[in-house]
């Protein structure tokens, strides 16, 4: 496991006069090379031969390394290259997507902003729940055997890509003749019995707040706030009941865009404790706590009352919404401030006082 001292270690030998800003090359990186440009550093985009075109037209990248597959981060070569860079890592979508939680925080030595640690906390989903049921949040209730399903539920699959296999019940019965018939279509095997996750399905719309925890300013920022644009589920209300019980629908919530929300603005004062809260339970879990973009996975009910179901303790591809600008950023900093612009920021205000090594650690 590396450590922070590992990471302060080679911070020290950083030319920090020439420091960069790297990611891989997808999910949110035009959104960090904007920030990074506008804050004037140089940036170092890893990427998959096919996706170059990408960065020839939003020339954003001033080094581009492309790779066969992201796993390449994890080769000595590529590392040893980003240290000589002075590149300092930006996480996303696409780092826990294609490597694994143990890869990132065992095998990559190049200084990653944020806290490595919060890795394991958000990668099982136990130590999640735990973590946000400790910092007083609102979760949907879970059910530890099918028999005791007693209202709707969602049964979840560990790992399960876009929601495929993901099903929705209201009792024991309806669960097992439901989970029959995925085996039969051949959607999950009888192995996944056991393995399935049952949550409390809270009705209700999806809100997803993004916030950016700073350690240089010691304060949770509400930045941004969007919801996402998914394939199937989205599409449902397009053809009538009648059809969807003749074809046998069932949702799958694969992420194909993001829309910006405003909220309600008598839900603020809630969303934003609900942030503090996060952030000061995580303190307490994994010092320093979180250190960047961090963003609740929320449904708000008829009632108003606000469920979490998940957390991502990085940037979200939701705050690309917000490039240029949004509201939330508005309000606090005026025109032009954004997710990537706001972690540029928060790297430079911590070169600037020598404090490096409190932001990848
Ligand atoms: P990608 O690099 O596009 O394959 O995305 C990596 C991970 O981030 C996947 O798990 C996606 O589901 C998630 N992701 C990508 N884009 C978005 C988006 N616009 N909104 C929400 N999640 C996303
Ligand atoms: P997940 O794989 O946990 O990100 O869930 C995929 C989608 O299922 C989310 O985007 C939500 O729309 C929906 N979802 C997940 N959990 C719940 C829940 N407890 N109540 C309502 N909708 C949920």
Known sequence: MITSADMAGILQKYDTSKLAIGTLGSHSSLNIFKGAKEEGFRTVCVCKEKDAILYQKFPLVDELITVKDFTELLTEELQEKLRRLNV?????????????????????????????????????????????????????????????????????????????????????????KKFTEMVARRLLTDEDLDKVHLQEYALGVNVYPSYFSSIIKDDVELLAMDRRYESAVDSLGKIPASQ??????????????????????????????????????????????????????????????????????????????????????????????????????????????????????
Request: aromatic content about 10%.
């Open 244 to 361: 969807q019980l003749e074809i046998d629908v069932n949702p799958t919530y694969t992420v194909v865009g993001n829309f910006p929300i405003v909220l309600r603005e008598s839900l603020l004062p809630e969303i934003i404790r609900m942030g503090d809260s996060v952030h000061k339970k995580a303190r307490e879990l994994a010092p320093p706590g979180i250190i960047g973009p961090f963003c609740l996975e929320t449904v708000i009910t008829d009632d108003l009352k606000i469920f979490t179901f998940e957390i991502s303790a990085r940037i979200v591809a939701g705050t690309n919404v917000g490039i240029g600008t949004s509201p939330y950023a508005y309000l606090r900093y005026g025109e032009n401030m954004y997710m990537g612009r706001r972690i540029a920021i928060e790297i430079k205000e911590a070169a600037a006082q020598n404090r490096l090594n409190e932001i990848a650690v």
């Open 88 to 176: 300092i890592l930006i996480p996303h979508g696409s780092f826990t997507a294609y490597l694994s939680t143990q890869q990132l925080t065992d095998s990559l030595m190049v200084p990653m902003f944020g806290n490595r640690e919060l890795l394991h906390w958000e990668a099982d989903r136990k130590e999640q729940e735990d973590w946000l049921r400790q910092a007083g949040l609102r979760l949907p209730a879970t059910f530890k055997s099918p028999d005791e399903i007693d209202r709707l539920v969602i049964a979840k699959l560990p790992g399960a890509k876009g929601g495929r296999g993901y099903f929705l019940a209201n009792s024991p019965q309806a669960f097992y």
